[in-house]
């Protein structure tokens, strides 16, 4: 063969060892293959381009080139430019984030914000450094970090009606993802439990909290809760959400779960059973670990939904981030800026649900045996 | 994770609050008052930079936690839309609701609600662009109309247009900011809420020269406090409170000047028994002596708390009208200190 | 559980070891060891907690309620609502009744809930086979628009969405000039005015022919596919059932002598009038909540297709068929088995998140039942449970509809 090839006689332009033609490589080559490879990729990139065309230059205009950044009021913005107002959202910068909470006590939340990070780390992690230890730490952290929002035991005490901004969203997507997990888990297992009873009242929840809407829910959590408890009896508005929450979650992810286990092939119940394994200890070592691998991006979605759905106490009157935007709009010297609020919320969602999907697919690709079931 | 389930619904239940008999005695044992206020009015309840509570409801919810606790930054103010607010108080989350609401009958007998005076009276009217060139609430046939869901004046408006056969669109929106975002944007022609509403909302506007206010006053708006059913004594304490701000306007005594007459008993016996010096009106509230003393130096006088909050030199800019003194031809009245 | 860690014969791992204690107490331990008699017991424990919460908690609230001097009672369904809608597909005034009220608010939830999920569908269908376009721009931009709107809470998009409409839309004077085509139909921020057709004598012949039409197609299409098995020979269905769909009434309408009468939108005073009308409201909930599903939908419609084998591609590509027929012919019937079950629960979610109407002022059955009449009257507990009720029987069937579907379309094994 080398012979041949060596002796061969291309024609002119197509010798192997030749650079490739102009248009079969570089940035012209991938514009053609990538964007003009049909009449109808043509369409489709025109129409693409339009669209950016609309929706761009104004946009930047708008956000940046004509925007006011510094002004201490409305009108003072209005006479500087013509774009977005971002003077108020930096006046607005610290409510928006820390709520009610005394200024003198925001360390603390910072403080439970960072050691957050400290606590998920090993359970995120698996190379994280003295995982074992660390996990006491992620076990006790739910504690800790009560304390330090809470106060009492020598720090002075918050109540939770001043809790509010990213502090109220965060509080509540977190308490509401690690607590539901568990209560999923087991809503899932009782729903595909071989008792009809457990079953039927397994099933009756799931479908009650997937039927309803969260703003039903809290709102029962909100105002008729009270009725439900002995007369005279009550208990903390965050108290009630935080739980009404974390069920509304649960009832989500025990479907999720729920797909997991469905997917798990009979013989691996049937091999748990005959290593006489007892149903809570096959559970535990055989069937979930592997379900609750496939049911990952299930489970991911669901915090993320959970977490955009904390936007929601608005509605029962907790001032979460949104909350403080819209009531910040009632300020008679910047009234009318709602715009730069939405905005700027929609953007710090945006930047942590977006974090949390890629997690989940860096998890997924790491999980990946290579065998589907 | 059960354990760790029940031990952070312990640490989080630390704030739980078991309510007793009187909501006096719990707001005492508890040392905060928990005031329903608007989640967002500009000049009755809104917060500002700091994320503090600041209007003329609000001082109303410092003046009673003054006059009970002696403190009037002993305040927990727990925001209410128009459809929050009732079941709010009647659950027994809040103490007392001072959030622009008006006194109608269903309300007291039906809802079970108490209410304890006018601190406002108002009126619903409408407010117009100036170049639409409406003169009357009658010319308006065929307009859109906004107004905020859950209030009477949604009620109020129904009832005007249909007696007075006018075809209209209903725009409702949550709150004031919605509605003020609606007519803005021309998404209707009319902004219908109580007058003070009105003007508080035109302050905010970049051209309110340019909008103006029917002469129509459709209804009668008394604004007042309510409490629960039931607690008569606490029910005291909001009405006399009220009124001792308003006694305190007509006996010429402010924020300024409360600590002097109320170091010694004066002339006036009325003055007096008010400010404790004389008597113990307080006693028998089951409050201190120096309860209105307290509470007028913490926000000072009806007029006062009105011309801080709402008054001509504010942005809302509103007239006193109907909540002058009676004695100036206005509505406010207090019975006697006797 | 002390079973675990005393050994015991492998024989009997679900029987205990023989005590010697008295025969009741053995007969007590048989019992509770025996699986079956276990799983009874737990039962009844669970269903005798389960009694007894929900007795303790009807009761609280029956003693709650009397503290207040509250009844329960759904006699305020039959009195005057007082407020008036403005939008109602039946007709209501406010001297109406609080039921009327309700029965308004629930058809408001319910046509944007199918109007939503008919347009999520469609453009979430296109999205996703748009993601997998070999365009790379289209692709990244469907990518962006993707992620941006799963990432961010629905509430926002809803508030965003109808202050686009409102703002961008022009005021109805203004819709004279721009934003009007053919001066019949206007675009403006009141709602979009169309004319409304209305039916004269002898119209029922046009629907009539419509309804023979259908019909007709649905006996063809079914003749067709039979001779497609018998002869392989293919007929063009969907053209010539749409000729029949148009042509028939078209024929009949112009036969009975054009039984049609439009009435115009006109602008008088503030407002356009007459005509048919979409409320901005309407518009923007339906917009925001179609667009945020579709979002959804687009991810899950892209997954179903990325799990069709590769040789169904390149099998359907090698017979000689395009990428559209492929995709339409081949993959996404396959696919449909993967994406119906998550698209069920997009559709509830789309149900569900229509709740949120009242930030932006659409009259939905959380708004006028569970808002004015729950104000009006004090009733919280009746609304509430009308409102639930409502929403788990729109969600269980949308439910048992997509289970039926799934059914179907289920590939048949032996």
């Known amino acids: 063969m080398s012979d041949a090839s060596t002796t061969r006689k291309y024609p002119p332009g197509t010798h192997p060892d030749m650079p490739p033609p102009l248009l079969e490589s570089g940035a012209i080559y991938w514009v053609r293959k990538n964007l003009l490879s049909s009449w109808t990729n043509v369409g489709l990139t025109l129409a693409g381009l339009w669209a950016l065309w609309l929706i761009i230059p104004p946009f930047y205009e708008w956000a940046y080139a004509d925007a006011v950044f510094n002004a201490a009021d409305r009108s003072e913005c209005q006479s500087l430019g013509d774009g977005a107002c971002w003077a108020f959202i930096q006046e607005r910068f610290k409510i928006f984030i820390f709520g009610f909470y005394p200024e003198a006590e925001r360390w603390r939340t910072i403080l439970t914000f960072a ?79 071989n008792l009809p009873a457990v079953r039927i009242i397994c099933v009756t929840f799931i479908e009650f909290i997937r039927g309803v809407p969260l703003i039903t ?71 979930l670990p592997q379900a609750l691998k496939i049911s990952i991006p299930g489970i991911v979605n669901t915090f993320i939904g959970l977490f955009k759905d904390t936007t929601l106490v608005i509605i029962i009157g907790l001032f979460d981030m949104l909350g403080m935007g ?28 977006f974090a949390m999907s890629r997690y989940s697919l860096y998890l997924e690709s790491k999980l990946e045996t290579g065998h589907r079931i | 994770m059960k354990r760790i389930l029940l031990g952070a619904t312990a640490a989080l239940a630390m704030g739980a609050t078991a309510a007793s008999a009187g909501t006096l005695a719990d707001v005492k044992a508890r040392g905060t008052l928990i005031c329903i206020v608007n989640s967002g009015f500009v000049g009755f309840a809104s917060t500002d930079k700091d994320g503090k509570w600041q209007g003329y409801d609000v001082d109303y919810c410092k003046a009673t936690a003054a006059a009970v606790l002696g403190d009037p930054s002993k305040v927990k103010y727990k925001p209410a839309t128009g459809k929050t607010r009732f079941t709010i108080l009647n659950s027994g989350e809040g103490d007392v609701l001072w959030r622009n609401t008006t006194w109608t009958f269903v309300r007291d007998v039906d809802v079970k609600l108490a209410f304890q005076g006018v601190n406002y009276y108002d009126g619903q009217g409408f407010m117009v662009n100036k170049k639409l060139g409406v003169k009357s609430a009658k010319d308006l046939d065929g307009a859109s109309v906004c107004i905020q869901t859950g209030t009477t004046t949604e009620l109020n408006l129904a009832d005007y247009f249909r007696v007075n056969k006018i075809k209209y669109e209903p725009v409702p929106t949550e709150n004031n900011e919605e509605s003020r975002r609606n007519i803005l944007a021309g998404r209707c022609d009319v902004y219908t809420t109580d007058a003070s509403g009105l003007a508080a909302t035109r302050a905010t506007f970049k051209d309110p020269e340019n909008w103006v206010i029917l002469p129509e006053i459709i ?26 701000l308003v006694a305190a306007e007509e006996l010429g005594i402010t924020s300024k000047n409360v600590e002097a007459m109320a170091s010694k008993p004066g002339n006036n016996p009325e003055i007096n028994r008010l400010l404790g010096t004389e008597g113990n009106l307080g006693a028998m509230l089951g409050l201190d002596k120096r309860w209105a003393v307290n509470a007028i130096k913490a926000v000072g006088n009806f007029g006062e708390i009105f011309e801080r909050n709402i008054g001509t030199k504010t942005p809302v800019g509103l007239e006193r009208g109907l909540n002058a003194l009676w004695t100036d031809g206005g509505l406010q009245y207090t019975p006697p200190f006797r | 559980m002390a079973s675990i860690d005393t050994p015991a014969p492998p024989a009997h791992s679900n029987r205990p070891p023989a005590h010697s204690g008295s025969g009741e107490r053995n007969l007590l331990a048989r019992l509770w060891y025996d699986k079956k008699t276990r799983g009874v017991l737990l039962q009844i424990l669970t269903v005798a907690l389960l009694f007894a919460f929900l007795a303790y908690i009807t009761s609280n609230a029956i003693a709650n309620l009397e503290l207040l001097g509250k009844t329960f009672s759904f006699d305020f369904l039959n009195e005057p609502a007082h407020y008036d809608i403005n939008q109602t597909l039946i007709e209501y005034s406010s001297k109406s009744t609080h039921f009327r009220a309700g029965l308004v608010g629930m058809l408001n939830t319910l046509v944007v809930a199918v109007c939503g999920i008919i347009l999520a569908t469609f453009l979430g269908f296109l999205l996703g086979v748009l993601r997998l376009s070999p365009n790379w721009l289209v692709s990244n931009m469907v990518y962006c628009y993707v992620e941006f709107v799963r990432n961010t809470p629905v509430l926002l998009q809803i508030l965003l969405v109808h202050g686009l409409v409102v703002h961008a839309l022009p005021k109805p004077r203004e819709a004279q000039e721009w934003g009007n085509i053919a001066d019949t139909i206007f675009f403006t921020n009141r709602g979009v005015f169309s004319p409304m057709p209305l039916p004269q004598d002898g119209f029922n012949w046009v629907i009539a022919a419509f309804v023979i039409a259908i019909v007709g197609s649905i006996v063809f299409a079914r003749w067709a596919k039979k001779r497609q098995d018998a002869t392989g020979q293919h007929l063009p269905v969907f053209f010539i059932s749409l000729a029949a769909i148009i042509g028939l009434p ?154 039926w579907y799934n059914k179907r379309i289920k590939l048949v094994e032996r």
């Not at chain 1, 008729?224 to 005279?232: A, D, I, N």
């Not at chain 3, 439009?262 to 909540?289: H, M, Q, S, Y």
């Open chain 1, 115 to 193: 050691l957050l990070f400290v606590a998920i780390g090993p359970l995120l992690f698996d190379n994280f450094p003295y995982r074992g230890k660390a996990m006491l730490f992620s076990l006790a952290y739910p504690f800790v970090a009560a304390w330090l929002l809470l106060g009492g035991f020598g720090l002075t005490p918050v109540g939770t009606d001043e809790f509010g901004g990213m502090l109220l969203n965060l509080i509540v997507g977190i308490t509401g993802i690690t607590f539901s997990l568990p209560i999923g888990i087991v809503l899932a297992l009782g729903r595909a439990s």
């Open chain 3, 250 to 403: 078209l024929i009949a309408f112009l036969l009975a002598g054009s039984p049609l009468g439009w009435d115009f939108p006109a602008l008088k005073g503030f407002n356009f009038r007459g005509g048919f009308v979409i409320r901005p409201e309407f518009l923007a909930l339906w917009l925001a909540l179609s667009l945020y599903t579709a979002a959804f939908i687009a991810e899950i419609v892209r997954a179903g297709i990325l799990a069709i084998d590769k040789g169904q591609w390149e099998a359907s590509l090698a017979v000689g068929m395009s990428r559209g027929r492929t995709l339409n012919l081949v993959i996404i019937p396959q696919a449909m088995r993967v994406i119906v079950p998550p698209l069920t629960s997009q559709y509830l979610n789309l149900t569900k998140n229509s709740s949120l109407a009242i930030a932006i002022g659409y009259m939905d059955i959380v708004a006028t039942v569970g808002g004015i009449t729950l104000m009006q009257t004090g009733k919280e507990m009746e609304t509430m449970i009308i409102v639930i009720g409502f929403y788990l029987t729109v969600s269980l069937s949308i439910s048992a509809v997509m289970n």
């Open chain 2, 219 to 244: 209804s009668k708006e008394p604004l007042g406090p309510v409490t629960r059913h039931g607690d008569d004594n606490w029910s005291d304490i909001i009405r006399w409170t009220k009124n001792a």
């Open chain 1, 217 to 287: 829910l809290l709102f029962l959590a909100s105002t008729m809760l009270s009725y439900f408890l002995p007369p005279g009896t009550s208990f903390d508005l965050l108290m009630r959400v935080l739980i009404m929450v974390t069920l509304f979650a649960s009832g989500y992810l025990a479907e999720v779960v729920r797909g997991g286990l469905q997917a798990i092939p009979r013989g691996q119940y049937e091999a748990a059973d005959s290593m006489g394994l007892k149903y809570w200890q096959s559970m535990r070592l055989i069937v």
């Open chain 1, 326 to 353: 819209r009531s910040s709009l009632a300020d008679a010297k910047w009234a009318g800026l709602s715009s730069e609020v939405y905005i700027s919320i929609a953007l710090f969602f945006f930047l942590f649900c």
